[in-house]
C-alpha cells in the first residue's frame, strides 16, 4: 500500500513494514519537533512531494462545498491532494481530512479514533436569524456569530 503520513502518522506510528511507498508533504516535516520522531524519520524511506497548484484548488473547492475549508490547514489541503495525485492512502485521525477524502474516492485509515461513518455537508448558521449561510463568521444581517451546523448527512457504506 502506498502510504501519505500526516503529522500525527509520523509522530504515533511505529510500524511502517506494511507500507509500499511512503509520501508526505514538507510542511508535515516542519511540523516535527520531538526528538523520538525525528530520530525515526532518519531511518525511513519518505518521499517527500508537492502537489500541483491545480489540484490543490480543486481540494478546496470540494472542501468548500462540504464545508470543511475553514478547518482545513494548508497542510491538510496539500495532503488531500498529494493524495489524489499519487493515489496514496491517507493516514490520519482528523474528521475533516476524511470527510472530503470520503467525497472525493481517497482511501484513509483513522490511527486512534474510529473512522467516520457518515459523510457531512456543513454549513454556517446563525441562531439569530435562523438562516444558512455557506461560510463566513459573522451574520451579515444581525452580526451574530455563525455556528457550524450539519446539513446533509450521508451513512458511508461498506465501513
Known sequence: ?????????????????????IFTVTEVLDEIKDRNTLLKLSGLKIEVLEPKKETVNEIKNIARKTGDLEKLSKTDLKILALAKETGSTIISDDYCIQNVAQKIGINYISLFSKKI???????????????????????????????????????????
Open 1 to 21: 500500500m502506498k502510504a501519505l503520513l500526516d503529522t500525527s502518522a509520523l509522530i504515533y506510528l511505529n510500524d511502517f513494514r506494511k507500507f509500499k511507498k
Open 117 to 159: 461513518t457518515k459523510l457531512i455537508k456543513w454549513k454556517k448558521f446563525c441562531p439569530i436569524c435562523r438562516r444558512y449561510f455557506g461560510n463566513g463568521k459573522i451574520c451579515p444581517f444581525c452580526g451574530e456569530k455563525l455556528i457550524r451546523l450539519p446539513t446533509k448527512i450521508k451513512k458511508i457504506r461498506n465501513l
